[in-house]
């Protein structure tokens, strides 16, 4: 723990985090302090943090507003093709550079305010009125554009995903992801191109660590999400399994239908809730195409900080995490489809995409349950999370009962945020 | 169109929001026909012409289906809504039926009486009238915000 976060002398010893990774402060999940050093620890450190798909700057000339933590950021297609992503500041007065979510043939940035421009690389090219007006005002001699940009970030493009960092010294994108997350994420793409086939934002009433914790929990969601369980979609006693990479900040679970397994009992010795006859009246929405050569049918993957690729049987989505303040969360929905689907398939995923998202058959619930955890924890700073499901250590399982991939990413945050 | 195809309409209108305000969400699949249509989606997207939608259905059992998940599986917090609809604008009759807009507001009320403008937006929608009686053929619920807040779980 660092001087500059310990803020609160009376309770400076309980603001230590407890030794081993089963055992989280609530505070890390309330305090101004804390968000204001994720901020510049974590999605403004050595991280790599999703910006957008690149085939939503397809051309050059395009671009798209993004945010990395709470950063406005601007993500380019420049003449030579090559993606460029700089802070939406403008480097005069603070001002947005770009209001707009999107765009095409774009050549420059012009800031409201002033008209001070930008080449689509993030340069100050232009400033109004540089010279002044007839001989009088303007800038002084000294003043030199070269030295004066919002800041750039470092892009980097995997399997059609785009990845920014404002840090230059941290790994290459290949090294952070590593070998296991990188293939994950190319088996969902396998070299096809994906399109963007709707968008929407779901704000939640809570912490985004909150989010992440939820969206890493593969113990949790055959218990929570009934839907998933009675369908056959996602039961414990499936065969699949758990990857949590060696920083523990990203992970994968996924799972495979076993229908022989799924008849062994190990649910109505539980008393769980799912034991319920609930059956579809339009039973189409869970019959979908073979997509996956691997017989995968449920893919869940994050990258640390804050980005998730979702494959649920053929819907498959990437969300992007937000944070909006200690307690409030965007959370960024863009529902993929394939520039090869058929009709038929398109069809297949627009059904499929009712799983999913702020009214999601198995997803709606992840929407109100951080909210929960929020208003629970308000009068408890220093209690803790007990996260003891599968051990104490972050490694992967082929078991998912397991909270292995939400201590990983208490891992990898502890690790940035020097906690 | 005729004075009375506009009455059929709103009459229809009126009691579609009254069922879903009430809580009686098992008669609500009975405003459509099967099959139907039946999209929640954002202007946003609307306006792309991206079609993945927040909620999708093109039958009346994958409203029967909503129903029924939102009782027997989803979890959420008790809330209701207040739904104010503006008169609708009838914009073509066509051999399917007739086409109309209307405009929407809904009031979320949770169960602690916390009350938020949860939505606006317009119902493009097509009814077919037999007898007197109008069914939605479609219901595209354009959200004028691409924002939603917590989850969507009653229909708009």
Redesign the interface.
């Known amino acids: 723990m660092t001087g500059a976060i310990e803020t609160h002398p009376a309770a400076a010893e309980t603001l230590t985090w407890p030794p081993g990774l089963t055992r989280v402060p609530y505070w890390a999940f309330q305090r101004d302090d804390i968000y204001r050093h994720e901020q510049q620890r974590i999605f403004q450190g050595n991280c790599w943090s999703y910006l957008c798909l690149e085939v939503e700057i397809e051309h050059p000339g395009d671009f798209r507003t993004s945010f990395v933590g709470d950063v406005p950021v601007i993500v380019t297609r420049d003449a030579d093709a090559e993606i460029y992503a700089f802070e939406n500041r403008c480097a005069h007065r603070g001002a947005l550079i770009c209001l707009d979510e999107y765009g095409g043939k774009k050549r420059t940035f012009s800031c409201v305010y002033h008209a001070w421009s930008y080449d689509l690389r993030g340069n100050l090219i232009g400033v109004a009125f540089k010279d002044g007006v007839k001989g009088k005002g303007g800038m002084p001699q000294t003043f030199r554009m070269a030295e004066h940009s919002p800041r750039k970030l470092r892009t980097a493009v995997v399997h059609g995903l785009v990845f920014g960092s404002f840090s230059d010294h941290g790994p290459g994108i290949e090294d952070y992801l590593g070998e296991e997350i990188m293939a994950r994420i190319e088996r969902v793409f396998a070299r096809r191109k994906p399109l963007v086939i709707g968008r929407f934002t779901q704000v939640l009433p809570n912490n985004w660590k909150l989010y992440m914790e939820n969206v890493k929990d593969s113990y949790h969601a055959s218990i929570l999400h009934l839907f998933f369980t009675t369908f056959e979609i996602n039961h414990l006693s499936q065969t699949g399994g758990i990857i949590v990479d060696a920083s523990g900040g990203h992970h994968a679970s996924y799972s495979q239908i076993d229908r022989a397994a799924e008849r062994d009992g190990e649910y109505s010795k539980q008393n769980i809730r799912s034991e319920s006859a609930y059956r579809l009246a339009d039973a189409s929405l869970l019959e979908g195409f073979e997509e996956f050569p691997d017989g995968i049918t449920l893919q869940i993957l994050t990258v640390f900080p804050a980005f998730v690729l979702q494959q649920i049987k053929n819907s498959v989505a990437v969300r992007q995490v937000i944070p909006r303040g200690t307690q409030k969360t965007d959370l960024n929905w863009s529902i993929i489809g394939f520039a090869d689907d058929s009709p038929q398939q398109r069809l297949v995923r627009l059904k499929q995409a009712n799983l999913v998202g702020p009214a999601g058959f198995v997803s709606m619930e992840d929407g109100c349950i951080g909210g929960f955890v929020q208003r629970g924890i308000a009068g408890a700073p220093y209690a803790r999370e007990v996260l003891e499901m599968g051990g104490a250590l972050a490694e992967s399982s082929e078991s998912r009962v397991t909270e292995a991939a939400v201590r990983g990413f208490w891992k990898a945050y502890r690790a940035n945020m020097d906690l | 169109m005729t004075n009375d195809i506009f009455h059929i309409i709103m009459r229809a209108q009126a009691d579609y929001a009254r069922c879903i305000d009430d809580g009686r969400l098992e008669s609500w699949p009975d405003y459509f026909d099967d099959p139907c249509t039946y999209k ?3 202007a ?2 609307y306006r792309d012409a ?10 009346r ?2 409203l ?2 909503r129903v ?2 939102l009782r ?6 008790r809330h209701t809504y207040r739904h104010i609809l503006g008169a609708p604008s009838l914009l073509d009759e066509i051999e399917e039926g007739v086409r109309s807009e209307t405009p929407f507001l809904v009031v979320r009320i949770m169960r602690d009486g916390e009350m938020d403008i949860f939505a606006t937006g317009r119902y493009l929608d097509l009814y077919k009238i037999r007898n007197r009686d109008a069914k939605l053929t479609e219901r595209i619920v354009v959200c004028d915000s ?8 009653l229909p708009l």
């Not at chain 2, 991206?50 to 039958?59: D, H, K, P, T, Y």
């Not at chain 2, 027997?72 to 917090?77: M, V």
């Not at chain 2, 691409?146 to 779980?153: G, N, W």
Request: proline share 0%.
């Open positions: 929640i989606t954002t946003a997207n991206l079609e993945a939608a927040i909620v999708f259905a093109n039958s059992g994958m029967i289906d029924s998940s027997e599986a989803n979890i959420y917090e691409s924002r939603i807040d917590t989850l969507l779980a």
